[in-house]
């Protein structure tokens, strides 16, 4: 069935950069975009950017731009986002269909804490 | 502008009808979804292209729109659909999310 399954939990020190991955499974990985979503403590969600697996194209959010970088290794189905932040947070990301324009399945979330 | 604005909180009693609001200048152009989120999951999604229903979704939940204002509408709620709830919309490649309702089913 579609699913993304994401990495694991991560605590990372202060000033360190953290690297999320979200393996793809049960469809075409190239025919859909990516998007990165994160949800603070306390906050709502807030809305990264996006990959085009298909060619590399990124779009991130003005907030993140300087600090994210998003990839995909389309040999093994997998986008990552690697981002430079101290906050905490769980980081989701989610597939984007097309014909209905919105996010129709999503990782399960990775949370990164930050710790010194 | 790229804001969109929801209610912090929406309470009811189970079996009444909850309506929650997101409004926005870009909802007078593009499309409104909404998203269920309950603690320790992932989103779902609810509503899509301002009253599309995925497949699996209970008819209770619905969506519509009028100028620059999206509602959700949640009728005869239950216990369980308590959870926030987040509009969201896209524009010039960006996406954004409301600040999201918690509601409550008393």
Known sequence: QVQLVQSGAEVKKPGASVKVSCKASGYIFTGYYIHWVRLAPGQGLEWMGWINPNNDDTYYARKFQGRVTMTSDTSISTAYMELSSDDTAVYYCARERDDILAFDMWGQGTMVTVSS | ?106
């Not at chain 2, 152009?29 to 779902?44: D, E, I, L, N, T």
């Not at chain 2, 009253?51 to 699996?56: A, D, I, K």
């Open chain 2, 1 to 106: 502008s790229y804001e969109l604005t929801q209610p912090s909180s929406v309470s009811v009693f189970p079996g009444q009808t909850a309506r929650i609001t997101c409004s926005g200048d870009i909802l007078a152009k593009k499309y409104g979804r909404w998203f269920q989120q309950k603690p320790g999951q992932a989103p779902v999604l609810i509503i899509y292209k301002d009253n599309e229903r995925p497949s699996g979704i209970p008819e209770r939940f619905s969506g519509s729109t009028s100028g620059t204002t999206v509602t959700l509408t949640i009728i005869a709620a239950r216990v369980e659909d308590e959870a926030d709830y987040y509009c969201y919309s896209t524009a010039d490649n960006k996406g954004v999310f409301g600040g999201g309702t918690k509601l409550t089913v008393l």
